[in-house]
């Protein structure tokens, strides 16, 4: 059951599709605390409960013991004293004696203090008061994401060969350095679907431009690509560079398509093009007319992208960089004896990324109002993402498109997947994918992944199998690192055939793996949940955050740590051991419930599947297009002790989520 | 059996104290490829090789899959893509068919390619090719290790009270701050040995001076706080500053005894006081005179020290300063299109710190050579600290002090401990110290910790409790946290009591933990094991890392991740299980050997106990001097199925590691 409680005057975010009556009265579960401009929402946490919830975030499963912010940043550095990370999804849910879900449909920043200040409360404050809150009630954490998945509408389905293994840098820099990735993954037998095209593809970081000198003819490049198998996806950013003759800039100013600053002047910050506007993403007219610029890509054949940049991350404003230049120019030039004047020196420029007086000093007009920028900040990157959804949908509607952005709030879910942005090749950062995957399906965000070997810092070759050997079970699947980094494509290394075992695994799991993302699309489902959605009376499984159930009939319990032959592994009931042996042959071993330390040799994937369930395999190819999605039991691989399976397909790929009543079933015997 | 090898004209660290022929031929193990400059050494690695070693260092127990540099590095930041943190301890043991011991005894930069590279290689490179090289056989990992440790010397005892639980901070910036404090810890009634003096305390940041402002009759404060059974432990940072009437910085020009530059005058570079000199720590005058100016504290009542920021830590160089401000205040102030142009704007200041340049700008005399100090940098922070240690033997030859490092060199460990310098409030950090403890001790670092709680960023209660949980078995337990971070005291958080039954607890253990650490001096034994070194022939124990053995008889397995209610611990023998619940109650439960999920709460405390071992526990008390360590069989809890224990102990407690024949022996029988 869902409460809507409103506050103030709320902002319509557009997160919710569903209407649902307002209540009077006192909101449950929590105190409320309320002056005019601020107020806060408080309740007691028993000793037992755990708060599941916040989408993308830092720490773990359960978020006590924290305090976050939602408010999208840009900031690379996931470490766990963060409090924001680059989306904002203000949904949670307590799970103890008191069972229920809360949604707090809010733009602005809002604080989450879980058992931070005081372990034993939660503490929710807006940044005013201002906001929606939905109170959902069920049986169970999964019967309450489903409510709540009801409420903010179908997620996005991406076309099937977004499922395929994807492969990314910053950057490859013209056609013949794509061509070589091509090659590389070709000649080392690793099936390969995408290849990704970061910011330098683009005249001088201008969206919508291709430098030719890079990519001569590029309609055609597209299209030579496309013949092997492979779909260029090439990126955008938000910010737009202010250059006369520009046609973006010049049509954004010429319509007043542009958040403007106080004085009613376009702002200006700098991103990568240097000074840039940001398209007033909250208007429907710039929406759409932005939205509309994506189809210049795709009439040259490009059928997917990734909307960056989009908290929107600033690396200064004219004002800020024009204010910090003179207060270092009118430095005495002498040194101090205090350090701290020497840390304000050097900090000058630093501060100025991303900074709160930016977010303050630009607004939006929506058509009926007018809003500072920092108010609805986090409906940014969602409103790009749907600007552009909305566009492709009317430049391609016969067919589905990739399309996944870095900032996002709930509701972007349905026109878009999202990436976890700019992690690290640690070891730690295997286990933040995991741990952040169930909070994201919560939330809707159901294609989503995260920067496969990390994206900064040096990656190794170890890394980077145990990070596959998770990565082959995420919707998203795709290598990316950073300039200055580590070459990270599988074929670097030295032993290509154990990543080319794991990919080839990937793509014969396929049709099962995409039918069970439609499963949760069509049912609200959540692809990956915590052992403890699926065994809530299972005591043991309620601190379980290294393991996962994924779709209907399997768990996942990578490895993790450096060095490591093997894990602790829980199973709630018995399942069937799948492992891949670095040869590609598979051996099922039934398993008692219980623990058990499991071995997996760098060069193998390990994982279960429930009993009573099976998981076909189909033969793999060198990408999807060159796949056999249909499964003939005459040559598949059967997991699981199951005797048949079902298996959700599309017969076409339409482009809107509305009309996914087109998914059908197909029952596979074995 | 141990080899020397010797190339070029190595410099004499003293990091060795045995004499050693030197080998002719070639070395055992290494392919070595030298040039007049240059050299490398080279080594197989199998694939079930195990490489320990590195001391202070990122990542795991096992070396495996890094690259290392040793070079003292004063970087906060200790992710796992670091290369280089405040020690430099080349030493490393490969275990496997082969299996020795080597180190490299060079004082310069020194880069372990430990798999980095290619997965199954070993690689080594000095930054030139003047160096002295050990090889170190012997039938096991713990042979290899005793052997070593014989050849570097016996290790630094601290006094006892040193065991005591200590607290600081940047800084307590007063006497007032200090008392309440110690009020704070004993209203809790949570035990308390010492609160540290962080920079503040000093006049300007100069060191041997106190600000009467703050600390008004120091010596009486001192005398005032020790009657209370606290001790005042001040900080030392390694740079003096340039002040006209300063004692110890007029007395360092007069004498020469500062590093110099290239033209001969006295080197400045700017650290927490502005412009200091850096005393010449490799010319024994210098050493013998810095060392002598510890005695101005040790006479007001003082009885250990800290030395900080002997890296040397440097935020600018007067010369780096002034090129920096040039290059800022010549850019054209105008907004370019690049945003590289604006990076290297930004990060001008930035770049000064810790430099290159600066460490390659000024040079030694030894007193019988001059040398650059970037090729002798790893001895600096050593050498600080050795001063200081000598210093105290003159200074109170009749007891011991309390003396630790940040930065340090195998051969510091005669002199001092060390701590692990700035970490973070992260979990993971826990587990980072759990793994960094049996490589220190293979160095010679026994008398070592983290700063418990974490050092920058804000802890959390249920944090602090899970590290103290690991805390109270290291000898230098120390809850330490930077100005602007959360208040991290025990007494600050909701549970003291949870608290104050761990660190009662680590009272009661200290007559043991006090022995297996005389025990681990003497006999040149690690205080904490890898379970590897003590199961050599067990498969399981050899990839396990966040389990310890603990002296003899203990093994101990924290949990180190948030939410946790238990941890799995593998068990090589049948041990008792050790429970310490929340009323300060004991239980013990005999456990099979295996794979075992155990659980422990937030505020109990789980270890092991060998089967033939005892523990006893004595008494607790609200500081060391108020203990009685004698352990009366009448009144003590007595943790294992041993029928006695034999505990090490000093009648007096000489300065002088020399005179630890002192220690003696007494066997308790239950």
């Given amino acids: 059951m869902i409460k809507k409680y409103s506050y103030g005057t709320p902002f319509n975010t557009e997160s919710v599709v569903k209407n649902i009556p307002q209540q009077n009265g006192e909101i449950d579960f929590f105190d409320v605390t309320k002056t005019n401009e601020t107020m806060q929402f408080a309740a007691n946490l028993a000793q037992s409960d755990i708060v599941y919830g916040l989408g993308q975030a830092v720490r773990g499963i359960n978020k006590r013991g924290w305090i976050y912010e939602s408010f999208c940043s840009d900031d690379p550095f996931h470490t766990e004293d963060k409090s924001s990370l680059y989306g904002a999804h203000n949904f949670l849910i307590i799970d103890g004696e008191q069972k229920f879900g809360v949604y707090f449909d809010f733009p602005g920043k809002m604080t989450f203090d879980i058992g931070y200040t005081d372990p034993d409360k939660l503490t929710v404050t807006p940044l005013n008061a201002n906001l929606d809150v939905y109170i959902i009630t069920g049986e169970s954490c999964l019967a309450i994401v489903k409510e709540f998945r009801e409420l903010i509408g179908k997620s996005y389905i991406p076309p099937m060969w977004a499922f395929g293994f994807q492969q990314s840098r910053w950057s490859y820099g013209n056609a013949d350095s794509v061509r070589a990735v091509a090659d590389g993954y070709q000649n080392a037998g690793i099936p390969l679907d995408t290849i990704y095209l970061d910011i330098d593809y683009m005249v001088d970081f201008k969206d919508f431009t291709i430098d030719d000198d890079k990519f001569p003819d590029f309609e055609s490049f597209v299209a030579e690509m496309k013949a092997r198998g492979i779909r260029l996806i090439p990126i955008i950013d938000a910010g737009v560079k202010i250059e006369q003759g520009y046609d973006v800039y010049e049509e954004g100013v010429a319509n007043n398509y542009f958040c403007k600053d106080k004085d009613g ?367 003939n039991p005459e040559t598949a691989t059967f997991l699981g002790d199951g005797d048949s399976c079902d298996l959700l397909y599309e017969e076409e790929h339409p482009q809107s989520a509305e009309q996914s009543a087109l998914v059908k079933k197909k029952r596979i015997f074995r």
């Fill in 265 to 631: 002047n376009d702002f200006a910050a700098a991103v990568w093009p240097g000074l840039t506007h940001f398209p007033d993403f909250l208007n429907p007219d710039a929406r759409k007319w932005f939205g509309a610029k994506y189809k210049k890509l795709t009439d040259m054949g490009i059928e997917g992208f990734w909307n960056d940049m989009n908290e929107p991350a600033i690396f200064y404003s004219a004002e800020g960089f024009d204010k910090a230049f003179k207060s270092v120019k009118n430095h005495s030039g002498k040194l101090t004896n205090s350090p701290w004047d020497f840390f304000e020196l050097k900090d000058t420029f630093a501060r100025l990324a991303n900074s709160g007086d930016d977010y303050r000093s630009f607004y939006h007009n929506t058509g009926t109002q007018k809003v500072c920028h920092y108010d609805v900040h986090n409906l940014f990157g969602f409103n790009m993402t749907r600007s552009a959804a909305e566009g492709l949908q009317e430049a391609v509607p016969d067919k589905r498109t990739l399309l996944f952005s870095r900032a996002s709030y709930i509701g972007m879910h349905r026109y878009a997947g999202i990436w976890t942005g700019d992690n690290h090749s640690w070891w730690g950062h295997i286990l933040n994918q995991l741990k952040v995957m169930p909070s994201l399906n919560m939330c809707g965000f159901l294609y989503s992944g995260a920067d496969l070997g990390g994206f900064n810092a040096n990656c190794t070759e170890d890394l980077l199998l145990r990070w596959l050997a998770l990565g082959v079970f995420t919707p998203l699947l795709r290598n990316h690192s950073a300039i200055g980094t580590r070459d990270q494509e599988f074929y670097r290394f030295k032993h290509k055939d154990w990543f080319a075992n794991f990919v080839k695994f990937r793509y014969r799991l396929l049709p099962y793996l995409y039918s069970e993302f439609l499963n949760a699309v069509e049912n609200n489902e959540m692809l990956f949940r915590p052992l403890a959605f699926d065994y809530p009376d299972d005591e043991s499984c309620k601190t379980i955050e290294d393991q996962l159930m994924l779709g209907q009939g399997l768990m996942i319990a990578p490895v993790y740590t450096q060095n490591a032959d093997g894990r602790n592994v829980y199973l709630p009931e018995g399942m069937t051991k799948i492992r891949l042996k670095a040869d590609g042959t598979i051996t099922q071993t039934d398993l008692r419930c219980g623990y058990h330390y499991i071995k997996i040799p760098l060069n193998e994937l390990v994982f279960f599947v429930k009993h009573g369930y099976t998981v076909p395999l189909t033969e793999d190819a060198q990408n999807t297009d060159a796949m056999d999605f249909d499964i």
